[in-house]
Structures are given as C-alpha cells and as structure tokens.
C-alpha cells in the first residue's frame, strides 16, 4: 500500500530553519504531484505547497511564500520543505501530501495520499 513518511521536525527559535522530507513508497513516485499541509491547534488544515511530478511546477501559499521551499528527488521517492525564516505562527504538524494529477490545486480534497505528519514548533 501507499505511505507517506514524514520527518525533520522539531523545536526551533524563531528566524531559525528546519528542513522536512518525506519518502514515498507504494506508488510510482515519478508521476505522482507532492503537496505539503498543516494544520495548527484549533485551526483547519491549509496547504503550505505543491511541486509536480517533474518539479517544473510549484507553488506556494501567500504566507509562506519567499521563505519555504519545496523540492523533489526522484531517484529517492522523497519530497522536501526547506523552512526559513520561521515564525511562532508557522507552528503546525506539516502533512506531506500525494495526488495523481498534475494540475497545481490547494484543496486537500484532491490529494489522494497524506502522511501522518510531523510536528513544527516555532518558539523561544
């Protein structure tokens, strides 16, 4: 079967980085289109990025934009989020996402595979 693993979380102060990965497994990693989420206390879940099969299409949530970086590793079914720049208000459990398309969407209605998550707390 399809898994998600998410991993690279932590605590770290604000202004700080933390790089997450996630590694597929149970489908063909290549043609399927990676997205991040997260999802705060008390908030809904919201998309943070998303990166097509051949990394020739990404974007970005308007809050994280020019901080957060997706990128993707074929050869390693792995999928990244490089956080910069990190502010208390990024603190969430970040989700790493599938979908088979290749069309850039934002509704985690349309992603077909969710990792467990992992958790990011941002704070002094």
């Known amino acids: 079967q399809v898994q998600l693993v998410e991993s690279g979380g932590g605590l770290v102060q604000p202004g700080g980085s933390l790089r997450l990965s996630c590694v597929a497994s149970g489908l063909i990693f290549s043609s399927t289109s990676m997205g991040w989420f997260r999802q705060a206390p008390g908030k809904e879940r919201e998309f943070v990025a998303f990166i097509n099969p051949n990394s020739g299409t990404t974007y970005y949530a308007e809050s994280i934009k020019g901080r957060f970086t997706i990128s993707r590793d074929n050869t390693k079914n792995t999928v990244n989020l490089q956080m910069n720049s990190l502010k208390p208000e990024d603190t969430a459990v970040y989700y790493c996402?599938?979908?088979?398309?290749?069309?850039?969407?934002?509704?985690?209605?349309?992603?077909?595979?969710w990792g467990q998550g992992t958790q990011v707390t941002v704070s002094s």
């Open positions: 996402a599938g979908r088979n398309g290749w069309t850039a969407v934002t509704s985690e209605r349309l992603y077909d595979y």
